[in-house]
C-alpha cells in the first residue's frame, strides 16, 4: 500500500497563476484533508471532506477550493495564486470520527508564489 | 474555539539528556495525538491518549494525560539524534485535528 500520495512535490507559481494540487489515498479512508504549515504555526486545516462528494471549510480556507469526486482522490486548487500561499500543504485521511482516528500524512507539497 | 498552546517552541539538548514538551489545551482534550514531523517530510503518528490520567510508552518516548484532560506532555528520555525534529500535538474535534505550533527538537551529538 502507498498510504497517502501526493502530486507534485514542488511548485513554483507566479501571483495570479492556477494549479492544483492532487492527494490520493488507498486506504478506503471516508475522511480526508487539506493542511497548510508555516513557520511557527503548526499546521492549519484549509478544507476537509467527511466522504465522496463533500467537503467543508478548515480554518483557512479563503482562496481554496477543493472536490471529492472520487473516494481515493482530495484535490486542492488555488485559482489565482497569490505570495501568501507559499507554503507547505500536507494531505491527511482517516478512517472517521471513531474513538481512535489516526490521521495518516502524505509527503507534502511545497509550493512557492513569486 | 479550541486552542493548543506547546512548550517550548524550540529545543536543544545534548546526546543522552532527558526532555519534556507540553501541550495544553484550552479546552477539555476528547482525544490528543502526538505526532512527530521530521525536516522535510510528512508527519508520523507516534501516540493517542483519550482518558484522563493515561499514559503510554513507545521505545524511549512516554505521553501523558493529565486528570483533568487539559493538558499532555511528551517525554524523551537518553535522547538520540534520531529524535530530532517538529512534534506537534493534536486535539479531535468532530472528525478535525487542532494542532499546536509545534516544538523543534535537536539533538547534539
Known amino acids: 500500500n502507498a498510504g497517502v500520495t501526493q502530486t507534485p512535490k514542488f511548485r513554483v507559481l507566479k501571483t495570479g497563476q492556477s494549479m492544483t494540487l492532487l492527494c490520493a489515498q488507498d486506504?478506503?479512508?471516508?475522511?480526508m484533508y487539506w493542511y497548510r504549515q508555516d513557520p511557527g504555526m503548526g499546521l492549519r486545516l484549509i478544507h476537509y471532506?467527511?466522504?465522496?462528494?463533500?467537503?467543508a471549510k478548515g480554518e483557512v480556507p479563503d482562496g481554496y477550493n477543493v472536490s471529492r469526486l472520487k473516494k481515493q482522490n482530495f484535490l486542492l486548487g488555488l485559482e489565482s495564486a497569490a505570495p501568501s500561499q507559499t507554503s507547505v500543504y500536507f494531505c491527511?485521511?482517516?478512517?472517521?470520527?471513531?474513538?481512535?482516528?489516526?490521521?495518516?500524512f502524505g509527503p507534502g507539497t511545497r509550493l512557492t508564489v513569486l | 474555539s479550541q486552542e493548543l498552546e506547546q512548550s517550548p517552541q524550540s529545543l536543544i539538548v545534548q546526546e543522552g539528556k532527558n526532555l519534556t514538551i507540553n501541550c495544553t489545551s484550552s479546552?477539555?482534550?476528547?482525544?490528543l495525538y502526538w505526532y512527530k514531523q521530521k525536516y522535510g517530510e510528512g508527519l508520523i503518528f507516534l501516540m493517542m491518549?483519550?482518558?484522563?490520567?493515561e499514559e503510554k510508552s513507545h521505545e524511549k518516548i512516554t505521553a501523558k494525560l493529565d486528570e483533568k484532560k487539559q493538558q499532555s506532555s511528551l517525554h524523551i528520555t537518553a535522547s538520540q539524534p534520531s529524535h530530532a525534529g517538529i512534534y506537534l500535538c493534536?486535539?479531535?474535534?468532530?472528525?478535525?485535528?487542532?494542532f499546536g505550533q509545534g516544538t523543534e527538537l535537536s539533538v547534539k551529538p
Open positions: 491527511a485521511s482517516s478512517a472517521g470520527t471513531g474513538d481512535y482516528n489516526e490521521q495518516f
Open positions: 486506504m478506503n479512508h471516508e475522511y
Open positions: 471532506s467527511v466522504g465522496e462528494g463533500t467537503t
Open positions: 479546552k477539555t482534550l476528547y482525544g
Open positions: 491518549l483519550q482518558k484522563g490520567g
Open positions: 493534536g486535539a479531535a474535534l468532530w472528525g478535525k485535528l487542532i
